[in-house]
Structure formats: C-alpha cells, structure tokens
C-alpha cells in the first residue's frame, strides 16, 4: 500500500535552516510529484511546492522562493525539503503529499505524510 | 499571492444542503478547471472531495458536488450529514504551475 512516511519532530532557533524528509513506498517514486504543505497551530493549508522526482523539476510558492529547497533521492524513494532563515512563523506542521494521480500533478491527492512539527525557538 | 477567498464558517441541519465559496482571480480560478476541494477533519490529513472543478474522488458520495462561474468556484453538499462537519479548502493551481489554497470554511453540521 502507498505509504509516506516523514521524519520526526524539529527544535530550531531563529535563523537556523532544516530539512525534513517523505520517505515513500507502494508505488513508483518517480511517476508523481510530491508537495509540501504546511499548516500552523489552528490555521489553514499553505501550499509550498512540488517536487517532481522524475526530473528533479521544482517550483515553489513565490513566499517561499529563495528559503525552500526540495529534492529527492531516487534510490531511496525519499523526497527532502529544506527550509532556511527560519523565523517563528516558520513553526508549523509540515506535510509532503503525492500527487493526485499522474495526469493531474499540479494538486496534492489522498496520500499525505503523518507530518513533521516543526518548532522555532530560541 | 494571497489566499483564494472562502467564508470562514457555514452551518447547515441534517439533511439540508450547504454551498462553499472559492473566490479568486483570473490567474487561478478564473483561468482554469483546476479547481479542487478537501475536507480535513479534526486531527486527520486533508481527503480530496473533488478535482478538476466537478470531478468526484473515488469513493466520495454523490452528495458532494462543484461548480465555477468566472472566479468563483463552489463546493455544495447535498443531504448534510453529521460526518460531513469539517474543515473545507479548496484549492486551484495558476498559469505558473504553483498551487493556491483557500484560507478554509469551519462546516458545523446542526
């Protein structure tokens, strides 16, 4: 079964970078892009970009152009993101998601990672 | 960019139906039939409800539904059910292959 599992729980000062990991099985790693999405404490969704681990391709959301780094290692069927110049609006839960399906990449589907609680804190 | 546009909350009595809007832009929502929406209960990962505007997931009962006109797209539910209470996002992608979530609509169910 597809299944994605991501790294655990991070304490970071401000200022400080992070990377956290989507280790996937159950399916082709390469055949659908995978999505960071984070969510602070009691608030919505934010879109941070895709990934797609066939070309190694990236885009991200503009606010975070310049910060977001995501990138994958096939042979591991693992997707990373890294986040710098952590701020304390950075403290979020941090989830990678699959594609919806392989002809529609450009939308997070139903296989989410169980999120990673990211933490700023001096 | 900034969030597309949702109503913070809606309520609505069992059996009742509801409507959710999406309000964006010509850049996102107005410019192409990507619209999708997620419901994501307390303490659980967001589920896709529907895709491609009108499109149902796999398993999501026919008593979800969608529509856009211009830049607004909506989510109405039909036959309202306890199950159903919820966060609701939607979601659209835009002329530069990113991704934008509305801000989120609170559906308490009565």
């Known amino acids: 079964q597809v299944q994605l599992v991501q790294s655990g729980a991070e304490l970071k000062k401000p200022g400080a970078s992070v990377r956290l990991s989507c280790k996937t099985s159950g399916y082709p790693f390469t055949e659908q892009y995978i999505h960071w999405v984070r969510q602070a404490p009691g608030q919505g969704l934010e879109w941070m970009g895709w990934f797609n681990p066939n070309s190694g391709a990236t885009r991200e959301a503009q606010k975070f152009q310049g910060r977001v780094t995501m990138t994958g290692d096939t042979s591991i069927n693992t997707a990373y993101m890294g986040l710098g110049s952590l701020r304390s609006d950075d403290a979020a839960v941090y989830y990678c998601a699959r594609s919806f399906a392989r002809w529609l990449q450009l939308a997070p589907g139903d296989y989410w990672g169980q999120g990673t609680l990211l933490t700023v804190s001096s | 960019q900034s969030a597309l546009a949702q109503p913070a909350s809606v309520s609505g009595s069992p059996g009742q139906a509801i409507s959710i809007s999406c309000t964006g832009t010509?850049?996102?929502?107005?410019?192409?039939?990507?619209v999708s929406w997620y419901q994501q209960r307390p303490g659980h990962t967001p589920k896709v409800v529907l895709y491609?505007?009108?499109n149902r997931a796999p398993g999501v009962s026919n008593r979800f539904s969608g529509s856009k006109s211009g830049i607004t797209a909506s989510l109405t539910i039909s036959g309202l059910q306890a199950e159903d209470e919820g966060d609701y996002y939607c979601s659209s992608c835009t002329g530069s292959s990113t991704l934008i979530f509305g801000g989120g609509t609170k559906l308490t169910v009565l």
């Open positions: 010509s850049s996102d929502v107005g410019g192409y039939n990507c």
């Open positions: 491609d505007v009108t």
